[in-house]
């Protein structure tokens, strides 16, 4: 890995949206306890889908630079 910062970036973006998708899953299957946790590109909350495209977009931009740096 020659990038070691864009690959630990992209592990805790893709964590965050993933701990996202579970614990909205578990809230509506009724396992967990109702919280404000949007479920990431579907619930429209003006901040949280701002924050997720701009993750996505932070994604993107480290599987491009992976090609530039080779």
Same mark, same amino acid.
């Given at each position: 890995c020659r990038d070691p910062f864009g690959t630990i970036l992209s592990v805790g973006i893709s964590a965050?949206?993933?701990?996202? #998708? =579970?614990?909205n899953i578990g809230m509506v299957m009724g396992l967990m306890p109702v919280v404000g946790v949007p479920l990431p590109f579907i619930s429209y909350g003006g901040s949280s889908? #701002? =924050?997720t495209i701009f993750s996505v977009g932070i994604l993107i931009n480290v599987s491009m630079r992976r090609f530039m740096i080779e």
């Amino acid at each position: 890995c020659r990038d070691p910062f864009g690959t630990i970036l992209s592990v805790g973006i893709s964590a965050m949206i993933f701990w996202q #998708v =579970v614990i909205n899953i578990g809230m509506v299957m009724g396992l967990m306890p109702v919280v404000g946790v949007p479920l990431p590109f579907i619930s429209y909350g003006g901040s949280s889908i #701002v =924050v997720t495209i701009f993750s996505v977009g932070i994604l993107i931009n480290v599987s491009m630079r992976r090609f530039m740096i080779e």
